[in-house]
């Protein structure tokens, strides 16, 4: 064995277990992911305590890429939508600029994934307060997604989202068919909520496109460093091979 092996950085918030139990699982043997942690003041799951994160980029980011990734992820859904309508990718660009690495936030990788499976009609499932759901309602649309239904748990903090297993979730989102049979694709937001391995289940079970957070983050990630997604069993997204956008580091000015 040696270090010879191609990677992937993840910037997660500090309460976000779920990115580490889903994401190394999948990855093809020739690829390893390295992550690292934000901070924030708090686990509520409000504006203010989600965008805060984005102050600890700078220690955060410099450590993560002293692992050398070729591409950095930031990801927290809400924790970039919510920096306000088109402006999801701007955290990638100081990660870009700050390590001289590629980097995409997940919602910028959601869009993508999205876009991949030919969506147009979404029902959203998401944990969040009503209000952080709303605004990722407001941000879909912006990118011309429509949302015919949506669901939520509700989850005040980082602490309750962690603790819905990925069955419980799925159980939730099926108990919104009649919902789900008016959309084209269902949405299930959120990198610490647990869903990856029901996502196969949900699209045999509902008749279509399934994308969750995580899952459009890692086919996002490994898309952009080329390698093939084919032979990952986690929804059909991973049968799409879409070259992504992410931020590059800015040409420095001689």
Known sequence: ?????????????????????????????????????????????????????????????FDLAQAYPEI???????????AGLGREAEVAQRIADLTGIASVTTSTAVVAALRAVGARRLFLFTPYPDDVTSH??????????EVGASDTFRCPTSEAIRAISSEKMAERVLQNRAAI???????????????????????????????????????TLLQHIGVSTVDIAAGSLFQRSERVEVSMPRQKVA
């Open 1 to 61: 064995m040696n270090n010879q092996i191609r990677r992937v950085g993840i910037l997660a918030p500090p309460g976000n277990i779920a990115l580490e139990r889903e994401l190394p699982p999948l990855l093809p043997a020739q690829v390893a992911s390295n992550h690292n942690r934000l901070s924030r003041p708090g686990s509520g799951i409000t504006s203010e305590s989600l965008l805060a994160m984005a102050q600890s980029i700078e220690r955060a980011a």
């Open 72 to 82: 950095i992820l930031y990801g927290c859904t809400s924790g970039s939508f919510l």
């Open 136 to 145: 990722e309602i407001e941000f879909l649309r912006h990118y011309g997604f």
């Open 181 to 219: 049979a008016d959309c084209d694709t269902v949405f299930i937001s959120c990198t610490n909520l647990l869903s990856i391995d029901q996502i196969t289940r949900l699209e045999q079970e509902t008749g279509k496109s399934v994308v969750s957070s995580n899952q459009a983050s890692l086919w």
